[in-house]
């Protein structure tokens, strides 16, 4: 296995449906002397801050409000998240006894709140320069927080270090915010969360040891990477594998009702929206940048919650990174039926789930290159990465439920971010309150502004002919 990573592949889609959450006032947790937690990263938590030591790779989480904002209840929110979460006590210290970075609880206060431009194009501005600014991980907490408002709409966000902030985290964290900006309490306490490879079980896999399930999945990823060869390469894309970006943005979305409309066609089909959208992205990039007819083997990756295996399912209540990546291997010619390719993507994730591929996903990177403090082991991850260029990045954080009809605000859209490695065209942050929207960050010097806007173009443009409904237009 050849430096596999899940950020190399990656056609990620995070589920993070309705976040449970309490509204009843509640104790602190440090009301009563405990000792502060302390704990090695997990294996997903290393490599994202390995990753980062070299490449920025912050996620960010945002949202635009309607309804009274004040700075006061901005802050006093934030103050609630750090005192409820251990997560965010904690900065990042280096051990070279155990030869990975630890997470250490510090006496935290709640990062200051960055007033922005209530403008659309400087609020897009920020987000951009806050996806590549670093985020000093020895001091807590690792996130920063943004504001902006113009008298009638308020736009929040949260940047985090990846190594705290996925989709998962980042949205539970978020909605948390908000509910108590429009309730005024605070979330409930979690507790320490335990590194991410602790949820491994390898009898949820049917196998009786963790040896035996890892030489299973070794054969399944060796078994589905035989259809990449040298020749399977997309001309024009991620020809560069610089260090350094300049990042573009675009945006789309659909109106509730489209985005209903597609939910029902999918079920129709026996498919996820996850293939729905990994056959209408296949397809554009390939017309984008392929001959029609010519047969490629794409890659695409999707993340597993290892919390929720369809088998052994762990409960746990706490915020941490928690996901995981599944690699798959898709044939596309540009003349497949949609639905027929939108099958292929959600069968093969939905295998790759049950032989458990993701929990032993980053086993197989550190099996290369194990944990270590030095930089040159991110820059051994990010060349491994190029191992498999020409991928994109389609997040899907999922359907969020919060403060449609809150009893003070109400959530009109949602937005997260994430940028780029080299080795990757874009990342397509796709989530849905209301409608679907994405939020696609691309690297220009890999993709051009004029390539980025015709390929997401085709994107959508195969996404909404697959709407069954006559009289609905896109936005």
């Known amino acids: 296995m050849q430096h596999v990573s899940p ?42 801050w390995q990753l980062d030591r070299v490449l920025c790779g912050n996620f960010i989480a945002t949202v635009e409000l309607t309804g009274p904002v004040v700075e006061e209840d901005l802050a006093k929110g934030l103050e609630a998240l750090v005192e409820a979460h251990p997560i965010l006590r904690a900065r990042i210290v280096e051990d070279a006894e155990v030869g990975r970075p630890c997470f250490e609880e510090v006496d935290a206060v709640p990062p200051t709140l960055i007033r922005v431009a209530a403008e659309p194009e400087a609020l897009r501005r920020h987000w951009m320069r806050e996806a590549d600014l670093p985020i000093d991980e020895s001091r807590a907490p690792l996130f920063r ?41 605070g979330p409930r306490p979690t507790l320490p969360p335990p590194a991410q490879e602790s949820f491994y079980r390898p009898e949820a896999f049917g196998a009786a040891d963790k040896a035996t399930h890892l030489a299973t999945v070794i054969a399944d990823v060796r078994a589905r990477i035989q259809g990449v060869a040298p020749g399977n390469v997309v001309p024009g894309l991620c020809e ?3 260090l350094t970006r300049e990042l573009g943005y675009h945006e789309f979305e659909l109106s509730s009702e489209q985005t209903e409309s597609l939910v029902q066609a999918c079920r129709r ?12 992205y296949l397809g ?49 010619s540009n003349e497949e039926d949609f639905w027929q390719l939108a099958d292929t993507v959600t069968r093969d994730v939905r295998q790759q789930v049950e032989v458990g591929n993701a929990h032993l996903l980053h086993e197989l990177v550190y099996a290369q290159h194990p944990p270590s403090l030095a930089r040159e082991s991110g ?30 605000l109400t959530v009109r859209r949602l937005g997260f971010y994430g940028a780029p ?6 990342v397509m942050a796709i989530s849905t309150c209301g409608g679907l929207q994405t ?35 896109a936005t």
């Open 439 to 473: 939020h696609t960050v691309y690297d220009r010097q890999n993709l051009s502004p004029e390539r980025a806007t015709s390929l997401l173009r085709r994107f959508e443009e195969r996404l909404l002919g697959v709407i069954d409904s006559g009289d609905v237009r």
């Open 379 to 408: 820059l051994a991850l990010l060349e491994g990465m190029r191992r498999f260029p020409w991928n994109s990045v389609l997040t899907n954080v999922g359907r969020m439920n919060i403060l449609e009809h809150g009893r003070k």
């Open 7 to 48: 950020r190399s592949v990656i056609f990620r889609v995070m589920r993070a449906e309705v976040f449970p959450m309490s509204v009843e006032p509640v104790a602190s947790p440090r009301a009563a002397s405990s000792p502060r937690w302390r704990r090695p990263l997990g294996l997903a938590e290393c490599l994202f």
């Open 284 to 332: 554009a990039l390939h017309a984008e940048f392929l001959a029609p007819g010519q047969s490629v083997v794409l890659s695409l990756g999707s993340p597993v919650n290892l919390r929720n295996v369809r088998r052994g399912r762990v409960e746990a209540d706490d915020v941490a990174v928690r996901l995981s990546g599944v690699v798959s291997r898709i044939r596309v």
């Open 145 to 185: 927080a943004h504001w902006a408002s113009d008298g009638e709409r308020t736009w929040v966000g949260l940047t985090f270090h990846h190594a705290i902030g996925d989709g998962d985290s980042s949205a539970r964290l978020l909605s948390e915010w908000i509910r108590f900006l429009d309730e005024g309490v």
């Open 421 to 426: 490695t080299p080795s990757q065209a874009l």
């Open 269 to 280: 089909h026996g498919v996820t929206v996850h293939g729905a959208l990994g056959a209408a």
């Open 240 to 242: 560069r594998t610089t």
